[in-house]
C-alpha cells in the first residue's frame, strides 16, 4: 500500500531536471567563507586567528553549549580574515575567510572508498563523535544532530525514520546520495538507531524514485527490523510530523516534538554525514548540492565543499542564464532568495535554484474571496487567511491562541490562492513576533 498523511498538501510540478546526473566533485575554489553560524543554536566560538594555517578537518569554531555544532575548515590554507560576512540568509555572520593553498587533509581522516560496516563505538561515543564532527540536520533545518540523538529524560524512543522523501520540487541530491551511497547511508542510520536505543527502523521514499526504492528495498532485505516504505508523490511528504503520520499513523500534538509519540527523524544526508563521522572520522566539509533551473545549460548535482562560493556551482552548472530573474537557496516552496551569488554554500544548503525572469514575478494580490483552498491545502489544520489577517493587524495574542506557531512553511497555502496573496509571507512575521513575545514571557 502506497502511504501518505491524511490532512492537505498540494502537488506542485516535480520538475527533478538533474536526477540523472551523477554526484560530481567540484573543484577546489580560491577561497572559501565558513560561517561559525550554520545551525540552529549558539554559534561556534572561533579558535584561530587571521595568519593560521589550517588543514581540511581542523576544527575552526568550536560549539558552544548544548545546542550548537563544532565548525571545521573544508580546505587547507591561510585564514586571511575573520569578518562578519553576508550568506544565504541575508544577515552577516561572522566567517572565516580561507584562502586555499593545497589539499592536505589532517591524519585521522579516512579517505579510502572502503565500506566500513562494523559497528564499534558504544552509544555515548556515536553520540560524541557527532558532535565533535559538527554533523546537523541536513535537509535543511540544520539541527545539532547529536542533540537529537540524546533522548530527553522521561522520553523513549522506539522508531528511527530516515527521510528519504525529498518532495520538494527541482531537488535531488538526496535522491542521488542514495542510490550512489545507499550502503553508506543504511550503516549512518544503523548508527543513529543504536545511539537511541532502537530496533525498529523505518525508510520512507516517495515513489517518483522508483531506483532508490528498488536499491534499499535490497539493501534492507537482509536486515532485521528496517524496512522501507514508498510514499504517495505529494507535497510536503518530507515534512517531520506529515512522515511520522504517514508511516506510523502517529500524531505529534501541537506545540510537541516527533520523541513525544517516540520517533526520530532523521535526513538521508544526515545519515550519511553520521557514517562519515562515526566510521572515517570524516567532519562534515562537504555535501551534495543541487544547482538546477529550466533555463540552466546543465543541471547538476556537485559534491561541494563548505564555504565554496555559489557563483562556482553556477560557473559549473553553464553559468547564469540572462534572463534570469531570481535565485533560490533550497527548493522553490521553502527556499529562501538569495541577493548575491557570492555567498558561501553552507552545512544546510541543499540546492541552488536559478528562475527565470518571467516565472518570478509576483502575480498582482487581489482581495480573498473566502474560497477556502488554503485551508483544505493546510497539512497542520491551520487557517492561513486567518493567520494574515491577524498577523497583518498585529493581533499576536490571538495569532498565539490559533496555534501560528504549528505552521511548518511549507508554503502549500500561497502555492494554492487563487488571489496571490503573501499568506506564508504574514505568517512568517507573525510566528517570528509571538516567538518574540513569549521568549519576554518567560
Aim: charged content about 25%; overall charge positive; some cysteine.
Amino acid at each position: 500500500m502506497i502511504r501518505s498523511f491524511p490532512k492537505g498538501g498540494v502537488h506542485p510540478p516535480e520538475n527533478k531536471l538533474s536526477a540523472s546526473r551523477p554526484i560530481a566533485p567540484l573543484p577546489l575554489p580560491e577561497t572559501v567563507t565558513i560561517p561559525l553560524s550554520q545551525h540552529i543554536g549558539a554559534p561556534a566560538e572561533v579558535l584561530v586567528n587571521r595568519g593560521d594555517t589550517v588543514k581540511v578537518g581542523q576544527v575552526i569554531g568550536q560549539h558552544k553549549g548544548f545546542v550548537s555544532s563544532n565548525i571545521h575548515s573544508s580546505v587547507s590554507g591561510k585564514v586571511v580574515k575573520i569578518d562578519h560576512v553576508l550568506d544565504s540568509t541575508g544577515y552577516k555572520r561572522l566567517s572565516v575567510v580561507i584562502e586555499v593553498q593545497d589539499d592536505e587533509w589532517i591524519q585521522e581522516i579516512d579517505r579510502s572508498a572502503q565500506l566500513k560496516q562494523e559497528i564499534t563505538l558504544s552509544r555515548e561515543d556515536i553520540i560524541k563523535k557527532t558532535l565533535e564532527s559538527g554533523i546537523v540536520g541536513m535537509g535543511g533545518a540544520t539541527f545539532p544532530s547529536h542533540v537529537k540523538m540524546t533522548v530527553p529524560k522521561g522520553k523513549k524512543a522506539d522508531w528511527v525514520i530516515l527521510n528519504g522523501v525529498e518532495c520538494e520540487p527541482y531537488l535531488t541530491s538526496d535522491h542521488r546520495l542514495m542510490i550512489e551511497k545507499g550502503k553508506e547511508v543504511l550503516v549512518g542510520m544503523k548508527l543513529i538507531m543504536k545511539a537511541l536505543g532502537v530496533e525498529k527502523g523505518m525508510i520512507g521514499i516517495e515513489k517518483n524514485k522508483p531506483d532508490a526504492i528498488a536499491h534499499f528495498q535490497e539493501l534492507c532485505s537482509s536486515e532485521n527490523g528496517i524496512e522501507v516504505f514508498p510514499l504517495k508523490v505529494k507535497y510536503p511528504q518530507g515534512g517531520e510530523k506529515q512522515l511520522i503520520k504517514a508511516l506510523t499513523g502517529r500524531e505529534v500534538p501541537s506545540g510537541g516534538l516527533p520523541i513525544d509519540v517516540g520517533v526520530v527523524v532523521h535526513n538521508v544526508g544526515t545519515a550519511h554525514a553520521v557514517y562519515e563521522a562515526v566510521q572515517k572520522n570524516k567532519p562534515l566539509l562537504e555535501r551534495v548540492v543541487t544547482v538546477t533551473g529550466d533555463h540552466l545549460e546543465t543541471p547538476s548535482n556537485f559534491l561541494v565543499r563548505i564555504g565554496t562560493p555559489v557563483s562556482k556551482l553556477i560557473e559549473a552548472a553553464g553559468g547564469l542564464p540572462g534572463d534570469t530573474g531570481k535565485m533560490i537557496n533550497g527548493g522553490p516552496m521553502m527556499g529562501k532568495a538569495l541577493n548575491s551569488i557570492d555567498v558561501p554554500v553552507t552545512k544546510g544548503t541543499s540546492g541552488i535554484l536559478i528562475i527565470p525572469d518571467q516565472q518570478s514575478k509576483r502575480k498582482p494580490v487581489a482581495p480573498c474571496i473566502r474560497c477556502a483552498k488554503c485551508l483544505n491545502v493546510c497539512p497542520m489544520g491551520l487557517e492561513p487567511y486567518l493567520l494574515m489577517t491577524l498577523a497583518d493587524k498585529e493581533l499576536f495574542d490571538r495569532t498565539e491562541q490559533d496555534r501560528i506557531l504549528d505552521c511548518i512553511e511549507c508554503g502549500s497555502c500561497s502555492y494554492i490562492c487563487p488571489a496571490n496573496r503573501p499568506l506564508l509571507d504574514y505568517i512568517r512575521l507573525g510566528k517570528f513576533r509571538v516567538s518574540q513575545i513569549i521568549r519576554s514571557r518567560n
